[in-house]
């Protein structure tokens, strides 16, 4: 059985200040294995070797962060190659399905970029019962997202997930076109 070969675009020797700014879809991946310390605190002159390491983790676990983190980032590079508009993980639609069914008069998630935060833009989300005049509307799985076409424009190709991290939960964009970000996700360039 072959295995498939991934492209590498992180090495546990990069920094994690060049990791969280080129990658962000490397962020999640890096929460979700246990290192919190990425947000807007990240010892950006670490490795990610360094950092892995310093946290306890493993040899082990850390290469195999690494090849999740390049399987992420090739997968959010080939959904914006796509032309997909915006990508929901499954986490995320399951929790829109659930906040939906037990809120009344919630028809979807309303997403807005709007000039602020640490990196120049900030990402608004809102549980709404119908879109405005100017929305679109993406739907996955039954589940809307409603969004104007200037924030459309700024995050096409973006993956939204649902994350539950130490700094709390919630949406989370990891956006291809940002030439930059917060290492909390929250906001870009």
């Known amino acids: 059985m072959q295995q498939k070969t991934v492209q590498q675009y992180v090495t546990k020797d990069m920094t994690m200040g060049d990791i969280v700014q080129k990658y962000p879809a490397a962020i999640e991946v890096m929460l979700s294995n246990g290192l919190h310390c990425i947000g807007c605190h990240v010892s950006y002159w670490e490795t990610l070797e360094q950092g892995t390491l310093g946290h306890g983790m493993t040899e082990e676990q850390m290469n195999k962060m690494v090849d999740e983190i390049n399987i992420a980032i090739s997968e ?29 008069n919630i028809g979807g998630l309303k997403i807005t970029v709007s000039p602020g935060g640490c ?11 119908s879109k405005k005049d100017n929305d679109m509307i993406i739907e996955t799985e039954g589940v809307k997202v409603f969004i104007d076409q ?15 991290a130490l700094q709390g939960a919630g949406f989370k964009v990891s956006n291809p076109q940002a030439t930059s970000t917060c290492g909390c996700g929250q906001s870009f360039s």
């Open 150 to 164: 200037e924030s459309l424009d700024m995050i096409k190709g973006s993956t939204i997930d649902y994350v539950e």
């Open 76 to 104: 959010s590079i080939s959904n914006t190659e796509q032309g997909k508009q915006l990508i929901l993980t499954k986490k995320a639609t399951d929790k829109l399905k659930n906040l939906i069914s037990t809120q009344k």
């Open 119 to 129: 990196a120049g833009y900030h990402y608004d989300f809102e549980l709404t019962d």
